[in-house]
């Protein structure tokens, strides 16, 4: 049993985080209306050195996604909000088995 509940809890992990990476991921895309303004705005980019461009980018990346855009994407998308509950369930069902869990000893 604890063996079995080890090997189960590390894939439970495993789907917790990927679940939890594909939510962020899906939070962070921009839809058909906000895509073309980011691209506008990443088109007038100063052209002179790539210091000057490393910063522009920076400071671009930081103002493309504002808490503020991510919380209305959170409110728009259901479906985002549904890998985060799952990704959840999967962190609860990995502490679980980990009560159960033989860890391995070396």
């Known amino acids: ?34 895509q073309p303004d980011l691209d506008r705005r990443l088109s007038q980019c100063p052209q002179k050195g790539w210091i000057k461009q490393w910063r522009h980018d920076r400071r671009m990346m930081r103002e493309a996604f504002p808490l503020s855009l991510l919380w209305r994407h959170w409110r728009d998308r259901p479906e985002v909000r549904r890998l985060f509950y799952w990704a959840l369930l999967f962190l609860a069902i990995t502490c679980v088995l980990g009560q159960f869990a033989q860890w391995p000893t070396p």
Request: hydrophobic share 70%.
């Open 1 to 34: 049993m604890g063996n079995a509940a080890f090997i189960l809890a590390c894939f439970a992990a495993l789907t917790a985080m990927a679940l939890f990476l594909a939510g962020y991921v899906s939070l962070l895309a921009l839809n058909d209306q906000e």
